[in-house]
């Protein structure tokens, strides 16, 4: 069985030459597979298409990759499977070729191992901050230094997951997750226009009618009064953070509702 | 001949789970070699160790690089070696594992064409911004989106370099390079504390004990209403700029005689 495939032949390295490795010139997606199928499969392909139009890449071959995942994936219970698409090799230092043509890679991960969602994240603030880039803001790119320094702090912490703010002092993201907030007003989200990354999970939850998820600025005070923290992120669904620092919350009514439309959601595709 | 060494070993490749790919978590040098010398070897690895101290890597082993870097030169007459520094593989996703083995590589590349600096450089301002991220401000770090969007934008204008600003509108540096300007007070550079890249041959500059270069934050106004307009790195010296979008300026002394300075080190060093 192919666990690698890059360019469509079952291989493991790729030339040092590569603007993935010298530049971090490229995207990825991680996507969850459930019995040969992945509910976000379509999220996915949406953001990587925008991904590859913002960084001046040829649309991707969806039909290509989906047969590409397939067959790494199998019908297996469940697993995980990574694409990452560079722009290749050549053009003139950091100036890209005119006409690149772009590494394709598809890997079959393990699947991530069952955690402690239920009991609750215990997560903190990041004193790393994350920097304004609207023309990367949003995208899954390979430039990922920021989430690597804020995962250093996280792993010193001895936490499950980092809230990051901007600059300005505004909640944007966790590290492997978006976040949610349940308020006094309703459920908010951080916009993402400037930095974040625009979470397949968090795009599914905002279509969702039954569900009305705010998109707002939100400062590290606002974070701290509300009712109840969860992180979305496509892998793991939707979890409840339960400590904050010094500061703690039990799962509460929000959560459970989204986990339960989410569980709907993940079955709905399984049958 | 060996044109490539990884770790050692001769070798074109690097696994697909390296850290440098999969987020740009690694440093990188670029080093020009002259009849088996690189004059500025040692500010290249002060650099480079600075860059390992802030990501929270092992400080590089500078008597491996320089042996590795050496045997790959060779006694020619020019040569260009780039390093590579990742956090190499493991690690739970973005979290770095706690005691990560680097992988090394050592590459020789070809010494970049002659081109059009005693004639002066056509430079551009760009559009994309370089955001504020004190936390790798200053380091040659493999996360560089921001600069091929920026090389993008310069193919695409037909220039030789672009001028990078950061969110406030303030000059940082050219896509390839650092900038100084003469101005009626004298040669400023801006400073790099939050975003940009500490040059090797502007931080040579900056030693020069007859030239006194002021650090500090230049508008664009002031650059565009500057005498003379240079770049300086370390592959290619010190060069004019002699086209600004619409503005044009002559080589003028002040870039005579630091590319005088430029030489002198280069022969001293080549002796």
Redesign the interface.
Known sequence: MNK?L?NGISA??????????????GL?ETIAFSAGRASLWDRHMSRLTEGCLR??LDEPDRDLLSAEANLLAGPHDRAVIRI?L??GTG??????P?TPRLTR?V?CLDAPPEDAGPQGLRAFWCS??L???P??AGLK????????????E??RAGCDEGFLMN?AGELIEA??SNVVIATDSGLVTPVLDR?GVQGVGLAWLMDQPDVTVEQRRIDRSEVEQAREWMVINSLRGIRPVTRLDGLERQPGPACRQLQELWNHMMDDHAA
């Open positions: 690698n890059i493991d390295r790729i030339g040092i030459d590569d603007r993935g490795l010298r530049y971090g010139d990825f960084l001046g990452i560079t722009r053009g003139k230092g950091y100036i890209p005119e890679i890997q790393i901050r920097a304004d880039q023309a990367l790119h390979l430039n990922r230094l920021e989430q690597v320094l804020a995962g250093d996280c792993r600059g590290i492997h930095c």
